[in-house]
């Protein structure tokens, strides 16, 4: 399916963040307060093929991938921390068992 958009094409100036960089608005942005280092190229009409897709099976495709990362990122987390424990539990037997100084121990 086709579809028609009509957009406004913006240049970031120079002492800009991204000097040089060209980008599309819906609207012209130039002159406005937060867009003052910005100045506008004119408008623009595209038409561009949209593919027709299933929305809600790309939501829940989407959602799973972020699902998915999540996991594998926790269980990474979840990994440092049981190395974190189990290097703790080494150090102690590393070291020789301490007893309480008695009478009559000499250094």
């Not at 002159?31 to 929305?55: H, M, R, W, Y």
């Not at 998915?68 to 269980?75: G, L, N």
């Amino acid at each position: 399916m086709k579809q028609k958009f009509n957009m406004w094409i913006h240049k970031n100036m120079e002492g800009c963040f991204e000097a040089g960089k060209i980008w599309l608005s819906e609207y012209n942005l130039a002159g406005q307060k937060c867009f003052e280092n910005a100045v506008s190229l004119g408008p623009v009409e595209f038409e561009i093929e949209v593919p027709e897709i299933d929305t809600r099976a790309a939501a829940i495709e989407s959602l799973t991938a972020a699902i998915q990362k999540e996991r594998a990122d926790s269980q990474a987390k979840i990994n440092l921390l049981l190395e974190r424990i189990s290097n703790l539990q080494a150090i102690g037997h590393d070291q020789p068992e301490v007893r309480e100084w008695q009478e009559g121990d000499v250094f």
